[in-house]
């Protein structure tokens, strides 16, 4: 056998193993965003509605494709790691709007979250305001699903109204539905009507009423007193008095995170009454992300005097969206995320869909006295 040769042979293959081009490196994205390098953003006025009808729902792009531009290699090379901590407990989201934020003058995000950004600090999905799930009780908050022992908050300056046991009747009542609650009455106002923000199912209390606190002051911590199935917050705000009438959707009137909006619908039947407890779909273009969202049951849960809501879905990214109900896929609609407002849309079983935002108030509020207002 000629052992030189075979040598030879593999010496050959291994130089010609060398010789091969090195395939390119794969960078990793970005892995971590800075907060505090978020710049301030300005209002934003909506632009003019756009109407769609009868659209189906098949031809609907899943996705929306953007043309890729070679990275400059400046950034190829630049690498952003997280830094470490523990399992977190919640996604990371934008620093909220400023509040007060008012991009039109139908608009009051004039609250910020009452729990603090490290913890999961939006609703609970399938509970939101106007959802039905105790004993037909329309639920006149959302719920902040938070374990017990996080700080609570306050929202906005002012005095605190009521702590304690007994938010419903009004006096102590140790079976109270809201548990240990803390309720602040606000010095500022909205169109000349007192703000209220309730605050339920403290495992503490940290203030005594009569009390005046100032925005992010501690109230107390979240816990599971009164008629819960775990712990949380559960969060209302109420317009012109205490009372459990008088509540009105809180993704209205906190602030979203910056660079994300809020959508409020009104679906309706062929007769324009309230569709309840109706499913709509809620589909992002851009990342084919898909939420879902029941509209208001039958009760305590009321709409916002212009909007006319009888559904709100916060904390959607700004981009574009196709929403539609199920069963009704012969129908649906393209409709904007805008930064930092509220975008809208109608449905009427028969007529399909609009983005027309509601008509401006009669001559009697033609000239809307200044969206907050100073109450003694």
């Not at 490196?25 to 909506?46: D, F, H, K, N, Y």
């Not at 899943?62 to 400046?74: I, Y």
């Not at 898909?290 to 009760?299: C, D, H, L, N, Q």
């Not at 009669?362 to 907050?372: L, Q």
Request: aromatic residues 12%; glycine residues 10%.
């Amino acid at each position: 056998m000629n052992y030189r040769f075979f040598a030879c042979l593999l010496v050959t293959l291994f130089a010609i193993a060398a010789c091969q081009p090195v395939p390119h490196a794969v960078v990793p994205a970005t892995l971590a965003l800075t907060p505090s390098s978020t710049p301030q953003p300005e209002p934003v006025i909506a632009s003019s509605p756009v109407v769609i009808v009868d659209q189906s729902i098949d031809s609907a792009p899943t996705h929306l494709e953007m043309p890729q531009e070679p990275a400059a290699l400046s950034d190829i090379l630049h690498f952003v790691f997280p830094t470490p901590v523990p399992e977190a407990v919640s996604g990371w989201r934008p620093p909220l709007y400023p509040v007060p934020w008012m991009p039109t003058p139908y608009d009051h995000f004039l609250f910020i979250r009452p729990i603090a950004p490290n913890e999961i600090n939006w609703p609970l999905a399938n509970y939101r305001y106007g959802g039905v799930f105790f004993r037909d009780v329309v639920h006149t908050g959302i719920d902040i699903p938070v374990k017990t022992g996080v700080a609570v908050h306050a929202a906005g300056p002012g005095r605190v109204n009521w702590t304690g046991y007994g938010l419903l009747s009004g006096q102590y009542n140790p079976d109270d539905p809201y548990g240990m609650a803390v309720v602040i009455r606000h010095n500022f106002g909205y169109q000349g009507q007192t703000l209220y923000t309730v605050y339920g199912h403290l495992s503490q209390i940290e203030v005594t009423r009569g009390q005046s606190v100032e925005t992010g002051d501690l109230l107390g911590y979240s816990g599971a007193t009164g008629n819960v199935t775990g712990p949380h917050l559960h969060f209302e705000v109420r317009i012109g008095q205490n009372s459990f009438s008088r509540s009105r959707n809180p993704e209205l009137w906190i602030a979203p995170p910056q660079g994300w909006g809020v959508l409020a619908g009104k679906i309706m039947n062929s007769f324009g009454d309230p569709l309840l407890r109706k499913e709509v779909l809620i589909r992002s273009v851009d990342s084919g992300q898909r939420w879902t969202v029941k509209s208001y049951g039958e009760g305590a849960a009321n709409s916002d005097p212009y909007y006319q809501e009888n559904l709100v879905i916060g904390d959607l990214p700004a981009g574009n969206y196709t929403i539609w109900l199920p069963g009704q896929t012969s129908q649906y609609v393209r409709l904007e995320i805008k930064a930092g407002q509220v975008s809208y849309f109608t449905y009427i079983d028969g007529s399909g869909f609009s983005t027309a935002l509601p008509p401006t108030p009669r001559a009697a509020f033609a000239t809307p006295p200044p969206p907050v207002t100073p109450t003694p």
